[in-house]
């Protein structure tokens, strides 16, 4: 599996967007990039998955560069609830075993 | 559609002892994941069972030990408790996705203390 790094932790304030960036420099060629979030004491909660260029949900945007060796997580205008552990993984195949290999994640912190 | 339940969400042990914990998956899904989350050593990945079938396995010392029955439900066991047990437990209920990737689904948790 494609290890990944992240910042540690950001902070930032309520309304602003927020990007973190994730680097995976052995991505291999047909894996996927997801986006998890946590809360203290819950389990991770899906935010997106994409391939290349850009995918958008309700919740963020995902951005991939033409050679996917990085990805950038993107919150529109966030809130206080926004503040959690975001965790960026790669290349987990469903016929492989599921095996999720979390990083530190980076731990977002949305002041008032 | 329901979501992941695992049972029990508190649970107080001794060393020595034996736990067991339950994660009832979403309905219709075959893949079930299980993890261990400290703050140590952040979320690490336990097992997985497809169809009742270990089919991958983490790092973890054969104390650590699961199943899964025919409606997807699955256990973890951990025997001879140790206090570094002592833990957050998740259990992940895997979907598959696009071109064979996966969505994990992750239930609330069941927090071992080891005392």
């Known amino acids: 599996l494609a290890k990944t790094t992240q910042p540690i932790s950001m902070d930032s304030y309520e309304g602003q967007e927020v990007n973190i960036t994730c680097s995976h420099n052995?991505?291999?060629?047909?894996?996927?990039i997801t986006w998890y979030q946590q809360f203290p004491s819950q389990g991770p909660r899906f935010i997106i998955q994409?391939?290349?260029t850009k995918v958008t949900n309700e919740v963020a945007s995902l951005f991939i560069p033409a050679d996917r060796k990085s990805s950038t997580l993107s919150l529109p205008r966030v809130s206080l609830s926004d503040t959690a552990v975001y965790y960026c993984?790669?290349?987990?195949?469903?016929?492989?075993?599921?095996?999720?290999?979390f990083g530190g994640g980076t731990r977002l912190m949305v002041k008032p | 559609k329901a979501g992941v339940t695992q049972t029990p969400r508190y649970l107080i042990k001794t060393r020595g002892q034996q736990v067991t914990l339950s994660c009832s998956p979403i309905s219709g899904h075959r893949s079930v994941s299980w993890y261990q989350q400290t703050p140590g050593q952040g979320l690490q990945f336990l097992f997985e069972y497809f169809s009742e079938t270990q089919r991958n396995k983490g790092n973890f010392p054969g104390r650590f030990s699961g199943r899964q029955f025919s409606n997807s439900r699955s256990e973890m066991n951990v025997s001879t408790l140790e206090l570094g047990d002592s833990a957050l437990y998740l259990c992940?209920?895997?979907?598959?996705?696009?071109?064979?990737?996966?969505?994990?689904?992750f239930g609330q948790g069941t927090r071992l203390t080891v005392v």
């Open positions: 992940a209920s895997n979907e598959r996705v696009g071109q064979g990737n996966t969505e994990a689904f």
């Open positions: 994409g391939y290349k």
């Open positions: 052995n991505i291999a060629t047909n894996d996927y």
């Open positions: 993984l790669v290349g987990v195949r469903y016929n492989a075993g599921n095996m999720l290999t």
